[in-house]
């Protein structure tokens, strides 16, 4: 099975050099800067969510077949890779943060945002449930309960979309959660839902990687449908100064495909056959621009 290519941080540099360097596509998808020809090759930023579900496995190699543009993937929180847009070591984003990714958008390191897809957080716990949080639709009384029993929480504790949801969750509770029963990972969110599993703890994950990576966890969705756990996806492709406008064309592009019909048919189909139901769900409007 084709796998793509995921590039450690430490790694970023040398990429970045030989984005520079590749020879141009044959073609790509009209109107995506049609007057410079793209890059053969596009960095793309993007949540451990959509790396550790499965979906860009999926549906990245329709992308190259169309369009000759190889897509290297860096998987960290949505914090880090606003930050590697910021420095213009990632081409385009895919994150999970809209008040974030408005603001990089407000600062001029993108020209745009759009929407690409949606799921939601779910809070996680052991089957025992200590806290009794099951069956909580309010997430924020639902936290304020773990707290009060000073049950186990793993937090991401990485500027993630996924950390930042917590936060937002704690506030509106009126918590500061502290204490020897917060951990603070500092890991991307598979990582995170072994180590829930381990400490049979309770966490924060999207819906689309806890699905994915159910069957090794003894852990159970406790609390879910409130509002405030919506999650929504967006795309942003990083602004580029004149010398790298073939960098750009390449990042609109991709803007251009993940918002067509056809692969926002590909995102609704992703997870219906391997997990039995849809996992991540499209709601972009066609085409690279606002």
Known sequence: MHRITFITLSLLLVVSILTGCQSQPSSVPSGAAATVQPARKLILATTT?????GLLDAILPDFTRKTGIQVDVVAVGT???LKLGQAKDADVLLVHARDREEKFVAEGYAPFRKDVMYNDFVILGP???PAGIRGMKDAA???KKIAEARAPFISRGDESGTHMKEKAIWEKAGITPQGDWYMSAGQGMGAVLT????EQA?????RATYLARRQNLDLDIL???D????NQYGVLPVTQDQAHQDTFAAAMAFVEWITSPETQRQIAQFGRDQYGQQLFHPNATPGAGE
Do not use: C, K
């Not at 309770?202 to 999207?206: F, I, K, M, R």
């Open 141 to 143: 009384a639902a936290f």
């Open 227 to 230: 509002p405030i756990l919506f």
């Open 195 to 198: 180590m829930a599993n381990e």
């Open 127 to 129: 089957r025992e449930d």
């Open 79 to 81: 914090g880090q890779a």
């Open 223 to 225: 609390v879910e449908g």
């Open 202 to 206: 309770y966490t924060l994950s999207d």
């Open 49 to 53: 969510s959509t790396y550790d579900s």
